[in-house]
Structure formats: structure tokens, C-alpha cells
């Protein structure tokens, strides 16, 4: 059984390899983070054995910046798998044997910047 706790995991912890390799995902972080109603969808292979999702963003169009908000606090486990953090992103990786849909949700703030992105990821895991 997953305990269910709410904890703050910081990017820039060192724990991670940068070099390590990821599955290659298909999907996006989706709209809605700015409102606390992100809603992202990514799809994996069962052999693949992570999932890197990229930092929803801080999204400044005039100025044709993106800032990744890397300081994030899990709000919803997911059930079927588990989340690390990278330099690149949160890494999904599913339970030995699992297939069909996990979810988690997170908030997500940046050192510097006003705010918080919220929302839930779904990974397909086929």
C-alpha cells in the first residue's frame, strides 16, 4: 500500500544522474497549470521502465521565455507507480507488471518567481 503523505521533492537535488536514460514518452503537461487545473496526458510502453515529464513552465510570450518551475510538492501519489525528480523532469515509473492508467498531481513554484503551477499528469502505461 502507497502511504499517502504530501512531501516537497526539490529539483536540484544531486540524487539523480543527468546521463541516465529515460523512456521515451509521448504526450504533454497540457494547459491549465497557471489555474490549478493542468491536466497532462503521456502514454509508455510496459517495457520502457520510466516515464520523464517535463516541468510545466512559467510562460512569458512577450518576452519569448520559459522558466521551469523545478520545486515541486506532490499532492496525489500516484497508485501504481512511483515519482523521482531529474534535471530534465519527474520521472513516472510504474509498478513491476503494470499496465492501464496511473495519476498524480503536483504543485510546482520556481525560485525567483511569483505563483504556483498546479495540476495532475495521467500516464498510459501499454
Known amino acids: 500500500m502507497i502511504r499517502r503523505t504530501v512531501f516537497t521533492m526539490i529539483a536540484t537535488i544531486a540524487a539523480m544522474s543527468a546521463s541516465a536514460a529515460f ?5 504533454s503537461n497540457g494547459r491549465g497549470w497557471g ?11 510496459a517495457s520502457d521502465k520510466n516515464c ?9 510570450e ?12 506532490l499532492t496525489r501519489a ?7 525528480l531529474s534535471k530534465q ?3 513516472y515509473t510504474p509498478a513491476a507488471g503494470f499496465k492501464g492508467k496511473d495519476k498524480f498531481c503536483t504543485k510546482n513554484t520556481a525560485e ?9 499528469v495521467t500516464v498510459t502505461v501499454k
Open 89 to 91: 523532469g519527474i520521472i
Open 78 to 84: 500516484p497508485k501504481s507507480g512511483a515519482i523521482s
Open 112 to 120: 525567483g518567481e511569483k505563483g504556483t503551477l498546479a495540476g495532475c
Open 35 to 45: 489555474k490549478g487545473k493542468g491536466n497532462g496526458a503521456f502514454e509508455m510502453s
Open 52 to 60: 520523464l515529464i517535463s516541468y510545466p513552465g512559467f510562460i512569458y
Open 62 to 73: 512577450q518576452e519569448n521565455r520559459r522558466i521551469p518551475a523545478t520545486e515541486v510538492k
Open 23 to 27: 523512456a521515451e514518452c509521448t504526450g
